[in-house]
């Protein structure tokens, strides 16, 4: 091979190298609001959201101790809780081609990656955040809707302040294995007391959790009607506003996936 094509097949393998780790997944086009946004586990309190305009926020990365899967994501913007190894895990998180990665992780309102980020301080246990210290729940709108995702919030009453920010809620992140954070009935009260139209429980125990004996999801999913309870087949959930009723509905995925770019 010439001198000439070889580095026109080097180019053109580097650009599918590059296309391949870098790949955004549009989805079809349509109003924003309408498409909603599409929610993947990656587990324990990860997740991804991507919305019409393939847009991805990637939130509480974990690192390989909590036992799942090492993570590799890919985000326009990143959101840390806190600081503890089971969320703030950023190595695992890469930007999409040469656009650099956008992370939240402190206190107010900051906009990013075109949407805005409201993160309150909370507490990680209900002494005041004196045995677990703190945490960010993190508030912002996507695809039409309004999310919301607690952190390790081991409160068991809300503030004036933070009851304001999750007024309105379409979709609730909550921690509801107890040990470090709110437990199964902790968890229920401030689903009532919230009322948003679809829940996530999330930082339960399942068989890969090894690194604390968190209870499992079923005694929290016992607390709602069976009608109420959506179990998924797999990690990927759209949900558009269309989809929501006046009733909450719980939605537990029923796997996990490792990365964000589908086929990998
Ligand atoms: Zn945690």
């Given at each position: ?73 890919y985000a326009d913007a990143v959101l840390i809780t806190h600081n503890h190894f089971d969320h703030n895990n950023i190595q695992a998180v890469f930007p999409f081609g040469r656009s650099s990665l956008k992370i ?161």
């Amino acid at each position: 091979m010439s001198f000439k094509k070889r580095t026109v097949v080097a180019a053109v393998a580097g650009i599918l190298f590059l296309g391949c780790v870098s790949r955004r997944v549009v989805p079809s086009p349509g109003h924003s609001a309408d498409w909603g946004v599409e929610v993947t586990w990656h587990g324990h309190s990860c997740f991804s959201f991507r919305d019409a305009n393939g847009r991805v926020v990637v939130i509480d990365p974990f690192d390989e101790t909590v036992g799942y899967r090492p993570l590799k994501l890919y985000a326009d913007a990143v959101l840390i809780t806190h600081n503890h190894f089971d969320h703030n895990n950023i190595q695992a998180v890469f930007p999409f081609g040469r656009s650099s990665l956008k992370i939240v992780d402190s206190t107010g309102t900051v906009r990013s990656a075109g949407f805005d980020f409201q993160a309150l301080q909370a507490d990680h246990d209900d002494q005041g955040g004196e045995i677990n210290g703190r945490t960010l729940l993190m508030v912002w709108r996507m695809g039409g809707l309004k999310i919301a995702h607690l952190g390790d919030l081991g409160q068991k009453q809300l503030t004036a302040e933070q009851r304001e920010a999750l007024q309105g809620v379409d979709l609730l992140f909550i921690p509801v294995g107890g040990v470090v954070t709110l437990d199964a009935p902790g968890a229920a009260e401030i689903v009532r007391e919230i009322a948003p139209r679809a829940v996530f429980p999330m930082h339960y125990g399942r068989p890969e959790v090894r690194f604390y004996p968190l209870d499992p999801v079923d005694p929290f999913l016992a607390l709602f009607p069976p009608d109420q309870v959506h179990r998924l087949s797999g990690a990927t959930v759209r949900i558009s506003r269309k989809d929501l009723t006046d009733k909450t509905v719980i939605y537990v995925p029923g796997s996990f996936v490792s990365t964000n770019v589908p086929n990998q």
